[in-house]
């Protein structure tokens, strides 16, 4: 396996930011890793790339220790912070150059290397330009080609997209998506639709304990609790809606129209049919919400305390 995180625990005085946490990553994953604020995330992610100890536990990289083989760890991993580190000073090439000889990279490598990661990058049209003359999505591009230019197997990605407006998170998305054929993917976020439309897996951080670790599409259909969004000519009586056989909740959304969520494996469809025909009521639409991720992500966040 690429990375292997084994009972990892990091204490900041009593507190523990993360709490025996253990999982891995396979070659060719992309995986999300999801918490919210405070959860642990980034902790986890400066040991795993040797930035922190810990307090106890271990990570692998590619079987490697990262306290004991921390130089050689980092060799083998490509890291961009949530806070994207660069020396605006710097030109594109020049930064990447720099980053390249830290990595132990020859001259003649960076020759090599260094367009091939401006084209990879999409850098191409800024390449000649200081860091500082850089849009946001730019410098995210340029955090990316100095993650990537000593060619790590293992990339680490803490919420790459931040700050970045609607197009840019697409252009992203799609290198993020290239570049992972060959590698281990391991990135947070708090954009529950990248981790839909880029990741096979997700990993869930709450107090800093794992409390989810599945395919997206198992944790998809681990949600029984359905919901209906039914549209009335008119508002309707809200107690005959909640008396209906199924219903846990409803709320109104606006004139006519409610969100019924459903006691756990309970079909409200046919109910609200006949609940509509008996009143005499003229039903407009009827759709059934597909499960989604935030409601998933929300139900594994919001207990008081995991144990």
């Keep these: 396996m690429s990375l292997h995180v084994s009972n990892l625990t990091k204490c900041y005085g009593q507190q523990k930011a993360v709490n025996h946490a253990s999982f891995f990553v396979e070659k060719g994953e992309i995986v999300g890793f999801l918490g919210p604020n405070g959860a642990g995330k980034s902790t986890t992610m400066r040991i795993a790339t040797g930035y922190l100890p810990p307090t106890s536990g271990t990570v692998y990289v590619k079987g490697l220790d990262v306290t004991t083989r921390s130089l050689q760890v980092r060799k083998l991993i490509g890291y961009l912070p949530e806070h994207n580190p660069l020396y605006l000073d710097m030109y594109v090439h020049e930064y990447l150059h720099f980053i390249g000889r830290v990595f132990g990279m020859s001259n003649a490598q960076l020759k090599k290397r260094i367009p091939e990661i401006v084209l990879q990058c999409g850098l191409l049209p800024e390449q000649n330009k200081k860091i500082e003359a850089l849009s946001k999505g730019y410098r995210q591009r340029v955090g990316l080609a100095q993650a990537l230019i000593h060619n790590p197997e293992v990339l680490i990605l803490d919420e790459p997209t931040t700050g970045l407006d609607p197009n840019q998170i697409l252009e992203i998305r799609k290198l993020i998506q290239e570049i992972s054929t060959d590698k281990t993917v391991i990135f947070s976020t708090h954009i529950l639709q990248e981790v839909q439309a880029l990741c096979n897996r997700v990993i869930v951080i709450n107090q800093g304990k794992i409390v989810a670790d599945d395919k997206v599409t198992n944790l998809l259909g681990k949600q029984k609790q359905l919901q209906v969004v039914v549209e009335f000519e008119n508002d309707v009586n809200e107690n005959d809606l909640q008396a209906l056989p199924g219903v846990e ?28 025909a008996d009143k005499n009521l003229s039903l407009v639409g009827l759709r059934q919400e597909e499960n989604s991720l935030e409601d998933i992500f929300r139900s594994l966040t919001t207990t008081a305390e995991v144990k």
Aim: glycine fraction near 8%; aromatic fraction near 10%.
């Design 249 to 276: 909740q409803i709320s109104r959304l606006k004139t006519g129209v409610y969100r019924l969520t459903a006691k756990e494996g309970a079909d409200l469809r046919p109910h609200v049919f006949r609940f509509a």
